[in-house]
């Protein structure tokens, strides 16, 4: 990966690094560098994201959030949805959040030993950027946008 001078690179707690690997090469990013609990990957020469292998990782106590620029959210979530659809883990949320209703559904769910990435529809926000919002299996928060046409 590239140099670019000072930035922010997110680290994000996983308690499994192969599927974390693959989840977020779903969102175009590729594995720059691995070592013993430790992934370092890269989708452009300013994008990176760090992963690191926590044994007692706990979603509901030790998530993070990044948030990802990209040129065409709208492809993304296609691609996304369609892929997450395919290997059977998608859970489709409403953009606005989930309702309590929800939430206990998809708790009970997970509890019971599937596997589920959460998908929030993609929307046009009152701040003016179109997105959407992923949280994979270990909770982490990634929300894709760019500025909106209008």
Same mark, same amino acid.
Do not use: I, S
């Given at each position: 990966m590239a140099s670019t001078g000072e930035r922010a690179v997110p680290i994000l707690t996983v308690?499994?690094?192969?599927?974390?690997?693959?989840?977020?090469?779903?969102?175009?990013? !590729?594995?720059e560098s691995r070592y013993d609990g430790y992934v370092i990957m890269g989708r452009t020469p300013t994008t990176e994201l760090h992963l690191s292998w926590f044994p007692d990782h706990d979603p509901h106590l030790t998530a993070g959030s990044i948030y990802? !620029?990209?040129?065409?959210?709208?492809?993304?979530?296609?691609s996304l949805r369609a892929e997450?659809? !395919?290997?059977?883990?998608?859970?489709?949320?409403p953009a606005s959040g989930l309702t309590p209703e929800l939430t206990a559904e998809l708790r009970a769910r997970v509890a019971s030993g599937e596997r589920l990435v959460r998908l929030h529809e993609i929307e046009?926000?009152?701040?003016?950027? !179109?997105?959407f919002t992923v949280i994979d299996t270990a909770g982490n928060a990634v929300r894709v946008g760019q500025v909106s046409a209008g």
């Open positions: 308690g499994d690094l192969d599927e974390a690997v693959g989840f977020y090469a779903l969102l175009g990013f !590729r594995v990802l !620029r990209t040129t065409d959210p709208q492809a993304l979530y296609d997450l659809t !395919r290997q059977g883990v998608l859970y489709p949320a046009d926000k009152p701040w003016g950027m !179109r997105e």
